[in-house]
């Protein structure tokens, strides 16, 4: 599904990541470990299009998406999880969810997302619970999961998360560990990084 060869990035005169490459087939969950300052968020950033490649290739379905947006990449199916949730803190737990199917909305995909909506209740059941609830007075552990909720909610092909162990308690860490487990019997690709090795592995 993603292939990447030789892949340089960075900023400005700092070259953080050098010829890099992997791949990630379908239905598959792919880890990458590392330490801080390793250059995982620089890695997914850019295969995310938020921070442009330099030189090498990133493939997505045989599709060159090196050069794209990062709007056209997740319209290609790649979604991000960003390290440290990044919820739309003044925002809604059910308005973030909605704003991660912003292309589909576009799309006229109404019932669709209105029932997918209703997948990720079932499937995070805190998140139903505090629906109406500020997404910035949620506690961590309930903003990942809101966090991986809206970017479900794009319907990705691919799921890249970023750290998602990042600051939780060893309890919280687990449940999100299971979480991601059942992402991938339920179908999705997943591509991980973490510092966590004992839990990503
Ligand atoms: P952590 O686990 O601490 O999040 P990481 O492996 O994700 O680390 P990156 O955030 O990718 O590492 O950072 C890699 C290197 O790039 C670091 O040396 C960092 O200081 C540098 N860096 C990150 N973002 C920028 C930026 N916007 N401008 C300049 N340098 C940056």
Do not use: C, W
């Not at 991986?148 to 860490?173: H, N, Q, T, Y």
């Amino acid at each position: 599904m993603l292939r990447i060869r030789n892949l340089v990035s960075g900023y400005g005169n700092l070259t953080v990541i050098r010829s890099a490459s992997l791949h990630v087939k379908a239905g598959e969950i792919v880890t990458i470990i590392g330490g801080n300052g390793a250059g995982k968020t620089t890695l997914l950033g850019t295969i995310a299009g938020i921070i442009s490649a330099r030189e090498g290739e990133i493939l997505f379905e045989n599709q060159s998406i090196a050069f794209l947006s990062s709007e056209k990449i997740t319209a290609h199916g790649i979604a991000l999880v960003p390290e440290g949730r990044q919820v739309f803190a003044s925002m809604t737990v059910l308005e973030n969810l909605e704003m991660g199917a912003y292309l589909r909305y576009r799309k006229g995909e109404k019932d669709e997302i209105a029932s997918d909506i209703e997948k990720m209740y079932s499937l995070f059941p805190v998140l139903k619970n505090r629906k109406h609830q500020r997404a910035g007075t949620l506690s961590g552990g309930e903003q990942q999961m809101l966090a991986i909720a809206r970017s479900l909610m794009a319907r990705p092909k691919l799921l890249m998360l970023d750290e998602p162990s990042l600051g939780l308690a060893p309890i919280i860490v687990q449940q999100i560990f299971a979480i991601i487990k059942e992402l991938r019997a339920l179908g999705n690709t997943i591509l991980l990084v973490e510092q966590n090795a004992k839990a990503a592995l």
